[in-house]
């Protein structure tokens, strides 16, 4: 029963590198989503999708990229690292639709250091 | 402005006791969705409570209860007979739109309960 898996846990990157962090659900969830958590702060929207082939930005958008092209995967892609981005970053899921919509799925986490 | 309003950084609690966790929050939306989350120290979030703006009825979930007052626009977090397993950082979060639409959730800056024997 694996839910929602993110890899990888931890990252240090440089000021200038890229990386992709994957994200995979096994609930057949359309709507997906990725989040990040800066220090003593709740979470911030970054990017969401609500079927394969569809994405929008969030609250936070500046610095990423993502792209669904299956139901299963929504990989968060960071271009050109900057500390700015250090963060914790959450993928999550839910149903599109009735009451279990609203129960939504977070991974554990991702824990991303730039220097 | 700020959507979601904790404005407990920190709050301490005997073992066994109660404890309100506070949350307000602004919407011109009628239909919305609140829920709260647990963040232990391991870092995970665990869904604990959703309430609905059309619910009639306060959302309980065992020892969590949610005392929502539409018009005051609140939505406090009550833990009954606490446990040291409490001790977590616990956030409010808004969707707005109803049932269906995508949960881009906004959060607040969290409140971090800390259970004393």
């Known amino acids: 029963n694996a839910g929602v898996t993110q890899t990888p846990k931890f990252r240090i990157l440089k000021i200038g590198q890229s990386m992709t962090l994957q994200c995979a659900q096994d609930m057949n969830h359309n709507y997906m989503y990725w989040y990040r958590q800066d220090p003593g702060m709740g979470l911030k929207l970054i990017y969401y999708s609500v079927g394969a082939g569809i994405t929008d930005k969030g609250e936070v958008p500046n610095g990423y990229n993502v792209s669904r092209s299956t139901t299963e995967d929504f990989p968060l892609r960071l271009e050109l690292a900057a500390p700015s981005q250090t963060s914790v970053y959450f993928c999550a899921s839910s149903y599109s639709s009735g009451y279990s919509g609203n129960t939504i799925y977070f991974g554990e986490g991702s824990w991303l250091t730039v220097v | 402005a700020q959507k979601i309003t904790q404005t407990q950084p920190g709050m301490f609690v005997q073992e066994k006791e109660a404890v309100t966790l506070d949350c307000t929050y602004d919407?011109?939306?009628?239909?919305?969705?609140l829920f709260w989350y647990k963040q232990p120290s391991s870092g995970e979030m665990i869904f604990l409570i959703y309430q609905g703006s059309y619910d009639e009825q306060n959302a309980t979930e065992g020892r969590y209860s949610l005392n929502f007052q539409k018009a005051r626009k609140s939505a406090n977090l009550v833990i009954s007979a606490s446990q040291l397993g409490d001790s977590a950082m616990y956030f409010c979060a808004m969707r707005e739109g109803g049932t269906g639409t995508a949960s881009k959730l906004t959060f607040g800056t969290g409140t971090r309960l800390q259970v004393m024997l």
């Open positions: 919407t011109s939306d009628q239909s919305y969705g």
